[in-house]
């Protein structure tokens, strides 16, 4: 574990001194970079915030749709009993990296006494409600802006609108397939992968039928439409925060339109897929790479909006992360501890698959 630490550690450094090299020869003006940040509005800033903590709330609410079906008949669990270990939990994920991913389900299986693999099978159906939330708002974005026709590369905006749409048309047919036919699907995925590591195979389908259960937390037509709006609720919250964010700096920030805000976004999210402990991987970098590259804002003030952006978006989740964990009297790196290794006790618990 140290020695993956140190690893780790060295890739920041390597990263850091790049990107000092890289602000160095560019001729980076550090007196124009502060004073975007002096400049920006900090009220619209609060706002954006606050946006970000409401994705909590529909989180939170989905969360209760989800352990519907897992409680005894006439138990329910309400959202805002759940929502700290919304915040907690994006709090741990933000200032811990990945290590932190597991701590809400573990909050949650610790309130609810359900088992600690049946909120990690939430987690992974939550994400896929996630990924198509965001994939129907940004490829939407893609093919009916007409703000994007005047941006570099805008002629292959559509195709990758398309692109996007199609897989995620295919994501949705995948999820039923799984809901109807879970053991199925898991092993035809399964012996694929097979193919190529017998390891790989039986991972392959162990989440498949982890993920099968999660779907089983969907009790009704009418809880998946909820649950599906909330999702959409949630990420249309963090598109309106970007939007915020770009009215909060000077121009030619303050003058990007809601197209071009939606279309940042996409391009943090995706950055945001790399994620270091404490500076948050490619969130900035594609996000300063798109204002600079795509949108033609000068790159002292593309940086600072950028990572004022990634501070709002990623990492203002913490002070309400921690001060919840002071009234649930825990700590962060102890959540992380005790659900990773109740992660690995459930991964022991499953060594053996029944994919009948």
Not at 25 to 47: H, M, P, V, Y
Not at 180 to 198: E, H, I, K, T, Y
Not at 217 to 228: E, N, P, Q, R, W
């Amino acid at each position: 574990m140290n020695k993956r630490k140190a690893i780790l550690w060295g890739v920041v450094i390597l990263v850091l001194a790049l990107l000092a090299w890289k602000l160095h020869t560019s001729n980076f003006e550090w007196g124009r970079f502060w004073q975007a940040c002096r400049s920006a509005d900090w009220r619209l800033l609060l706002l954006a915030v606050l946006l970000i903590y409401s994705i909590n709330i529909f989180r939170a609410a989905r969360w209760a749709i989800f352990l519907k079906p897992s409680l005894p008949p006439g138990r329910r669990v309400h959202w805002w009993s759940l929502l700290g270990s919304q915040f907690i939990g994006f709090a741990g994920l933000a200032a811990l990296g990945r290590v932190g991913e597991l701590i809400r389900p573990y909050l949650v299986s610790k309130r609810t006494g359900l088992s600690f693999s049946s909120q990690v099978a939430v987690v992974a159906v939550e994400r896929v409600f996630d990924l198509g939330a965001f994939a129907l708002i940004f490829s939407a974005n893609l093919l009916v802006s007409p703000q994007l026709a005047t941006l570099p590369y805008h002629e292959y905006f559509h195709r990758i609108g398309y692109a996007i749409f199609g897989l995620t048309l295919f994501l949705g047919l995948f999820v039923v397939g799984v809901r109807l036919a879970g053991g199925v699907v898991a092993r035809m995925f399964g012996s694929v992968a097979g193919r190529f590591s017998p390891t790989a195979g039986n991972a392959v389908a162990s989440k498949i039928l982890q993920f099968r259960g999660g779907l089983n937390t969907i009790g009704s037509a009418m809880d998946f439409l909820k649950v599906s709006l909330l999702s959409l609720a949630a990420w249309l919250s963090v598109a309106v925060s970007y939007v915020v964010v770009m009215r909060a700096f000077p121009s030619p920030v303050h003058d990007l339109t809601i197209a071009h805000s939606v279309l940042l976004m996409g391009f943090s999210v995706v950055g945001g897929v790399v994620q270091l402990p404490g500076i948050g991987g490619g969130a900035q970098v594609l996000s300063i790479t798109a204002l600079t590259k795509l949108l033609g804002v000068p790159g002292e003030l593309a940086t600072s909006a950028g990572m004022i952006l990634w501070l709002v978006t990623t990492m203002s989740i913490i002070p309400a992360g921690l001060i919840y964990a002071q009234f649930e009297h825990v700590s962060l790196r102890g959540l992380a501890n005790a659900s990773d290794e109740a992660s690995e006790d459930t991964d022991a618990s499953h060594s053996t698959l029944d994919l009948k």
